[in-house]
Nanobody, 114 residues
Framework: QVQLVESGGGLVQAGGSLRLSCTVS????????MGWYRQAPGKQRELVASISRGGTTSYADSVRGRFTISRDNDKNTVYLQMNSLKPEDTGIYYC????????WGQGTQVTVSS
């Protein structure tokens, strides 16, 4: 069964940076696009960044210019570099496989203090 393991979250002040990682097992990772999702307190989970299997990236308006998604197919890992963090970036961050989905992992908590 596909497993998604997110890490790298934490508590950071506004303006700070974090780098999230997500390791995927039991799939041929390079075949799939990947996405990073955020669930803010009291809100639905939303897609904030995605990367195709060919490396094309896409971002939600709220994070464009501040977040960068990347992937390392040799390590079955997708990353999210988050810079210039804002309190509204607070939430649990998850990764998942685009289009087909997989059971959600535990996510990683990001808290941005003002």
């Amino acid at each position: 069964q596909v497993q998604l393991v997110e890490s790298g979250g934490g508590l950071v002040q506004a303006g700070g940076s974090l780098r999230l990682s997500c390791t995927v097992s039991e799939i041929i990772f390079s075949f799939y696009g990947m996405g990073w999702y955020r669930q803010a307190p009291g809100k639905q989970r939303e897609l904030v960044a995605s990367i195709s299997r060919g490396g094309t990236t896409s971002y939600a308006d709220s994070v464009r210019g501040r977040f960068t998604i990347s992937r390392d197919n040799d390590k079955n890992t997708v990353y999210l570099q988050m810079n210039s963090l804002k309190p509204e970036d607070t939430g649990i961050y998850y990764c998942n496989i685009l289009d087909i989905g997989a059971p959600w992992g535990q996510g990683t908590q990001v808290t941005v203090s003002s």
